[in-house]
């Protein structure tokens, strides 16, 4: 069965902490994105990679950054934590085109 | 601006009636429409797409409407069950750009 593994489902950080969301893809997908959710506001694109050591900008990318050193894991990083930054986080991978396989999702409170 | 929304937040239907979720886009250059069901504590899940140049999709108990002319994309989930209570999202992909813009979601509620 294809996986995309988010290894946190739930998170607690403190603002201003440095944060590491990581993904992995067991799929040999090109293609990797990072949504967030929010209630009203449905998943927002935060950054995405077409390959290793690739990256491009989402639609909401301030405040954030991502890595991606291996094909199979695309991490995602709150440099500086803020309380507007708690929601729900979710990871996808591709081959490309529309056939999306999300993650379960990492919820992160910032207290 | 583009956009892909959806126009209720929340539909409540009796179990084993027939449930249509409807969604507004209003960029034309998208290349297929997808519907995604979420799951609570889960990621969306791929349910049904639909290229743009088709009116019509059927697949298990699901079926996908596109209507070009006024922008409207709606899902229909014949005989309702308690399984398919979950948010739904619509999305757009266009083959340039390679990516998906989802809409806000619709709550689905069965009621007993």
């Known amino acids: 069965d294809v996986k995309v593994t988010q290894s946190s489902r739930y998170l607690v950080k403190r603002t201003g902490e440095k944060v590491f969301l990581e993904c992995v893809q067991d799929?040999?997908?090109?293609?990797m994105f990072w949504y967030r959710q929010d209630p009203g506001l449905g998943l927002r694109l935060i950054y995405f990679?077409?390959?290793?050591?690739?990256?491009e900008k989402g639609d909401i990318p301030e405040g954030y950054s991502v890595s991606r050193e291996k094909k199979e894991r695309f991490s995602l990083i709150l440099e500086s934590a803020s309380t507007n930054q708690t929601s729900m986080y979710l990871c996808?991978?591709?081959?490309?085109?529309?056939?999306?396989?999300f993650g379960s999702g990492t919820r992160l409170t910032v207290v | 601006g583009e956009s892909v929304g959806l126009h209720l937040p929340t539909l409540s239907v009796q179990e084993g009636d027939n449930s249509i979720i409807n969604c507004a886009y209003s960029?034309?250059?998208?290349?297929?429409f997808i519907w995604y069901k979420q799951e609570s504590g889960k990621g969306p899940q791929f349910i049904i797409d639909i290229r743009s140049n088709m009116d019509k999709r059927q697949g298990q108990r699901v079926t996908v409407l596109l209507n070009k002319t006024v922008k409207h994309l709606s899902l229909q989930i014949a005989a309702t069950q308690p399984g398919d209570s979950a948010v739904y999202f619509c999305?757009?992909?266009?083959?340039?750009?390679?990516?998906?813009?989802f809409g806000k979601g619709t709550h689905l509620i069965i009621q007993p």
């Open positions: 799929m040999d997908h090109e293609n």
């Open positions: 960029n034309s250059a998208s290349d297929y």
């Open positions: 990679s077409y390959d290793v050591k690739m990256k």
């Open positions: 996808a991978s591709s081959l490309g085109g529309r056939g999306y396989t």
């Open positions: 999305a757009e992909y266009r083959l340039r750009a390679d990516g998906l813009t």
